[in-house]
């Protein structure tokens, strides 16, 4: 399967329990445009544009906690070697004025950047961040990422937090979003 062809899999998915999902969202249109504007493979609204929309987005979270708790379950997997455990209370007390519910992006090419730039946007734009690793190579190289990221934090330096980024295959995620048709 293509990536195309995934992400309007995965949309079909969170459109059983979400009621604005978008591909490729444009989370600046209208705003000053001499400004990086990345575009996510796939958002979950409301949008945050012309207002903030913290209560909701909690309100989401709680609606939707299993789901969540799902992704969250899966990521910890990944991660149970390094010791980086993520809970859902981390999740919502984190990055409260977002600009979507839901971002997520899905990868398949294993830049170094790219991943790192993937990272840093899905965690900056989405209440919760979906990184989606199609292949071991990627997996590793979110993981890694996140770890050093952390590792900065932890140490003083100057860094960028991604505490609400969830790292999942694409099979993990294929699991949690099956079983919500169920």
Same mark, same amino acid.
């Given at each position: 399967?293509?990536? @195309?062809?995934?992400?309007?899999?995965?949309?079909?998915?969170?459109?059983?329990?979400?009621?604005?999902?978008?591909?490729? %969202?444009?989370?600046?249109?209208?705003?000053?445009?001499?400004?990086?504007?990345?575009?996510?493979?796939?958002?979950?609204?409301?949008?945050?544009?012309?207002?903030?929309?913290?209560?909701?987005?909690?309100?989401?979270?709680?609606?939707?906690?299993?789901?969540?708790? $799902?992704?969250?379950?899966? &990521?910890?997997?990944?991660?149970?070697?390094?010791?980086?455990?993520? $809970?859902?209370?981390?999740?919502? &007390?984190?990055?409260?004025? !977002?600009?979507?519910?839901? $971002?997520?992006?899905?990868?398949?090419?294993?830049? &170094?950047? &790219?991943?790192?730039?993937?990272?840093?946007? !899905?965690?900056?734009?989405?209440?919760?961040?979906?990184?989606? !690793?199609?292949?071991?190579?990627?997996?590793?190289?979110?993981?890694?990422? @996140?770890?050093?990221?952390? %590792?900065?934090?932890?140490?003083?330096?100057?860094?960028?937090?991604?505490?609400?980024?969830?790292?999942?295959?694409?099979?993990?995620?294929?699991?949690?979003?099956? !079983?919500?048709?169920?």
């Amino acid at each position: 399967m293509n990536e @195309r062809e995934y992400q309007l899999k995965v949309r079909s998915y969170l459109r059983l329990i979400y009621k604005n999902v978008e591909m490729q %969202w444009s989370p600046f249109r209208g705003e000053r445009r001499n400004m990086y504007a990345p575009i996510l493979d796939i958002d979950v609204g409301p949008f945050a544009i012309k207002r903030r929309y913290e209560n909701r987005y909690t309100q989401i979270l709680t609606e939707t906690r299993g789901f969540i708790e $799902s992704l969250i379950e899966k &990521h910890n997997e990944n991660i149970e070697s390094i010791k980086e455990r993520v $809970s859902f209370t981390q999740i919502l &007390h984190f990055n409260k004025n !977002a600009r979507c519910f839901l $971002s997520i992006e899905i990868e398949n090419t294993g830049s &170094h950047k &790219h991943c790192l730039g993937d990272l840093v946007n !899905a965690s900056a734009l989405g209440r919760v961040a979906l990184l989606i !690793a199609r292949n071991e190579e990627v997996l590793r190289i979110f993981l890694r990422q @996140r770890v050093y990221l952390a %590792w900065l934090a932890r140490y003083g330096k100057n860094t960028f937090k991604t505490d609400n980024s969830l790292i999942l295959t694409e099979n993990q995620l294929n699991i949690c979003l099956t !079983a919500l048709a169920e």
